[in-house]
């Protein structure tokens, strides 16, 4: 079964907004979280990621907010850009140089 | 642009035929990873390589499909005898043994008809 699972496949938010994306995942071993990012037709690439022994990650606009108790975690996107418009992907993992176990992805719109 | 290196980017098979896809990883990256992106857009393991030596595979790849990651040549992933499902997109990504980040390859579209 998928072992990461994201909820709202398609968000649309007005430029300047506040975006909160989440993922829920079953591996209690996870120790390490991130979401990418994929632009139509390119790979995805790192956005953010944190790991296990901290609950939040800031990164300008992006921050990552991790809830092991509650085996979930989430990407808040604050003053929305037209160029934040793009697939989120959530994924999770263990140790280092180990796979990643992705989520189905979240299409966010941002409008201007 | 990516720097890990996929080819070909789009293949086209008949089922029953082999398919063979290659992957180039990033310079200095030890362990290679292959993902399918099925239509429904599922991210799915394959097999993933920390030099020539397999770390994790599931079992679909150990039936039908082969990979591998010889010294100083592109790594290469074959399915064997291509059925309708596997058409998907294959997505090569590279990392350092001492991190997470993958870095993902355009990928290689498949096609079987």
């Known amino acids: 079964g998928q072992q990461v699972k994201q909820s709202s496949p398609s968000l649309t938010v007005q430029e300047g907004g506040i975006l909160i994306l989440n993922c829920d995942y079953e591996?209690?071993?996870?120790?390490?979280f991130a979401w990418y990012k994929k632009y139509p037709d390119n790979s995805p690439t790192l956005l953010i990621s944190?790991?296990?022994?901290?609950d939040k990650r800031e990164d300008g606009r992006f921050t990552v907010f991790l809830n092991k108790s509650g085996k979930h975690f989430s990407l808040h996107i604050t003053a929305s850009q037209p160029e934040d418009t793009a697939v989120y992907l959530c994924?999770?993992?263990?140790?280092?140089?180990?796979?990643?176990?992705f989520g189905k992805g979240a299409k966010l719109t941002v409008s201007p | 642009n990516s720097k890990v290196i996929q080819t070909p980017r789009y293949l086209v098979k008949g089922q029953g035929q082999k398919a063979k896809m290659r992957c180039i990883p990033e310079?200095?990256?030890?362990?290679v990873f292959w993902y399918q992106q099925n239509k429904n857009n599922e991210f799915k393991f394959l097999i993933n390589?920390?030099?020539?030596?397999?770390?994790?595979q599931i079992d679909m790849t150990e039936k039908r499909f082969s990979a591998e990651c010889p010294s100083n040549s592109p790594c290469s992933l074959e399915i064997q005898s291509s059925e309708a499902g596997d058409s998907a997109l294959y997505l090569c990504?590279?990392?350092?043994?001492?991190?997470?980040?993958?870095?993902f390859g355009e990928g290689s579209r498949l096609i079987v008809v």
């Open positions: 990504a590279s990392s350092l043994s001492t991190g997470n980040t993958l870095y």
């Open positions: 994924a999770a993992g263990v140790g280092t140089g180990s796979k990643l176990s």
């Open positions: 390589f920390q030099n020539q030596e397999v770390l994790q």
């Open positions: 310079k200095g990256h030890p362990v």
């Open positions: 944190v790991r296990s022994n901290v």
């Open positions: 591996n209690d071993m996870f120790d390490y």
